[in-house]
């Protein structure tokens, strides 16, 4: 009698415990108006919790992708979703889970601040006992308690773009669409809405965020995707992009014994793409990834080179998107 076959091991369940929902999905997206047709084709998978920075030029799709998102531009081709709600087929129970900041700011103007606020509470069908609180925790997060009793036509735009997050976080969204939230604000007031973004990003909100505003984004959002006539055509965390780019770094050198023979074995160390002699320095550009900055100088220093100022530098975000619109990655 032949023993039994041991039974195959089971394959353990894959841990559900790390999984991060989508707060957006969007697939194959295409807004045509007419005959112009302004997203080509958009695909976006934005977890939850995540802050996304959308940069693209005036035309370039932006504004209407967040229309789609925020319900508001039903003619579209391909699937958007909002925390796993299809956005065509459940507008209102997306409206109830996203926010919606335009690029301006709308109409009621005549109304006092706590007018405003309370008119968009009873809108979203908060209690009668409840709003007073609700619109007095609003008013504190966007430091806008002190103006509760002023007409709204009577804000700066920086404070009336407050009060547009304000009223937003009415309903305590867990998707927030911000589309130019800085767009025409001072540098006083640029800074206080990102520290606002940020207050929001740690309370957990997920935030999709278009403008032009390229290094405040990059300072702010997790990932960023660029977006040119129509098509994304980069996406990532800023360090992603870079390397997808293939995108040079530059260190700029001194050093007591230049020699054209010190600069060709510069030249010859891996990853080197251009040595470029300079009135007081030499700009030295390498590929990312290719080698590391550490590496670098110490092939520098092999290479003979007796090293006086050794400083790198990376291009920032306004040149990557620059080179991006351009189509040109080198």
Request: aromatic share 6%.
């Amino acid at each position: 009698m032949h023993a039994s076959a041991e039974p195959s091991p089971v394959a353990a369940p894959t841990p559900i415990e790390n999984f991060v929902p989508l707060a957006v999905d969007v697939r194959h997206l295409r807004v045509k108006y007419g005959k112009f047709v302004a997203v080509q084709d958009i695909s976006l998978e934005i977890p939850a919790g995540e802050v996304f920075g959308f940069i693209g030029p005036n035309g370039a799709g932006k504004s209407s992708t967040f229309r789609v998102l925020a319900t508001l531009q039903p003619k579209y081709e391909g699937e958007a979703r909002v925390c796993g709600l299809d956005v065509r087929g459940d507008p209102q129970r997306v409206r109830e889970k996203m926010g919606f900041v335009p690029d301006y700011f709308g109409v009621y103007e005549d109304l006092t601040v706590r007018e405003y606020l309370h008119f968009f509470a009873a809108a979203y069908r908060l209690s009668v006992t409840g709003r007073k609180a609700v619109v007095d925790d609003v008013l504190q997060l966007t430091d806008l308690t002190h103006k509760i009793d002023f007409q709204v036509d009577s804000l700066s735009r920086g404070m009336k773009q407050r009060l547009s997050l304000a009223r937003v976080l009415i309903h305590d969204p867990e998707v927030l669409l911000l589309d130019e939230p800085a767009s025409g604000l001072d540098p006083r007031a640029r800074i206080e809405m990102r520290e606002l973004l940020k207050a929001l990003r740690d309370m957990g909100k997920t935030i999709l965020i278009s403008s032009h505003i390229l290094h405040e984004l990059a300072q702010l959002c997790t990932r960023i995707g660029i977006i040119e006539a129509g098509h994304i055509v980069s996406q990532g965390t800023v360090a992603d992009i870079y390397r997808q780019l293939g995108m040079l770094k530059i260190v700029h050198l001194q050093v007591a014994n230049e020699t054209p023979e010190l600069l060709d074995r510069i030249r010859r160390i891996p990853g080197v793409t251009q040595v470029d002699s300079q009135t007081d320095r030499i700009s030295l550009r390498y590929e990312d990834g290719a080698i590391e900055i550490e590496e670098l100088h110490a092939r520098i220093c092999a290479a003979g080179a007796r090293v006086r100022m050794f400083q790198s530098e990376v291009m920032d975000m306004e040149t990557a998107f620059m080179k991006l619109t351009e189509g040109t990655t080198q």
